[in-house]
């Protein structure tokens, strides 16, 4: 049986990737950011899984706003580098993991989850910064990923109890699925930041801490968070931590911290990233 | 009973909504065009010429033609949509959002060093706008 191994969490800010494709990591204004994500890529290499269900959102890439899904999952064989306007990200072609998918979908949307199929789909920073961060510079990535594309563009998002509770649902997804497979869920985007508007700029360093706090210890009542609040106090790009609120969901409620790292700035976002094991 | 927005009372924020849908549809369906790069050619060659094949209003075309993002996020522009018209320019996200700001990217760039703007004081004012 397949079984869901750990969580990770992470920010996905497209000038880390930047950084990391132009071999500025060791540069004085990116060594502290990388310096935090040293142990997660040792971690990564000693518990590297089969696949990572990676939670993400795409920035008006493949999406725009002709067609606008709340949830999709990312169910072809192979998924190519987005080119962003600036061309695609020199990283390798990620390699999906088609029958697993099919059958997450299956059974998220027999749990009442309306999930939309993608068959074919290029992925944005959104998703392999994240990749990037935690692999390094591999030539070929060493996990299969599973796209899971959650709008967070147009507002509203989807509640994060929603979120919460769809994570649940994954994990029951992937410990029905007859192949020996260890899995992995990522939840990306975050923490706080505004990209927009004359309040560009707000970081807000106590809440992210709290965020932080509550999604290892006390999620079910951090799920309950209004949308308000996130745009209020983590800015109105700040509600893509949503997203770890689905990686969570896929966790026991007792987790272990095996690392924790929060860094301000990457160009205009703070950093988060919590590495989560479900504890026995 | 009409649906409640307390999110339209954020200072300096304009939240992304059907509404701003609406309006800002084929806005942003211009700046997804610029994904191509023959079209960002095209584009940078004539942008008049350009915008004008596009239903937008006079206004959301001045605010390309100025590049006043505040402006195009008023009038319906999502910022990731937006990022492709600056990106055509071969500027940064921090570049946008210092012009935004008002502040200089210089002393943008030295605040966000310094640990962000501070929530204090920028958040939802009461009533109604």
Known sequence: MARITAGVATSHVPAIGAAIDQGKTAEAYWAPLFAGFERSRTWMREHCPDVVVLVYNDHA????????????????????????GWGPRPVPVVEGHPELASHIAQSVIEQDFDLTIVNRLDVDHGLTVPLSLLCGQPTQWPVRVIPFAVNVVLYPPPSGRRCF???????????????????????????????QGPRAGLINRRWDTQF?????????????????????EAGSEGIELIMWLIMRGALSRRVRTVHRFYHVPASNTAVG???LENAP | MPLEKPYLNIPGTTIFDADQLRKGYHLNQFCM??????????????????????PMTAEQRQAVLDRNYNRMIETGGNIYFLAKIFATDGKS????????????????ANMMLNGGRAPAGDQSVEGPR
């Open chain 2, 33 to 54: 065009s610029l994904m191509k790069a023959e079209n960002r050619e095209r584009f940078k060659r004539d942008e008049a010429g350009y915008l004008a094949a596009w």
């Open chain 1, 212 to 232: 932080l706090d509550r999604l290892i210890s006390d999620p079910d009542d951090l799920a309950q968070t209004p949308h308000l609040e996130y745009l209020q």
């Open chain 2, 93 to 108: 996200f921090q570049y946008a959002a210092a012009l935004m700001t008002g502040m200089s990217q210089q002393n943008y």
């Open chain 1, 165 to 195: 509770a769809l994570g649940a649902a994954l994990r029951r997804a992937v410990e029905s699925f007859d192949d020996d497979l260890d899995v992995q869920i990522w939840g990306t985007g975050g923490m706080s930041h505004q990209l």
């Open chain 1, 61 to 84: 890439t493949s999406f725009n706003l002709d067609i606008i899904p709340t949830f999709a999952i990312g169910c072809a064989e192979h998924f190519a580098p987005a080119d962003e």
């Open chain 1, 273 to 275: 990233h919590l590495i």
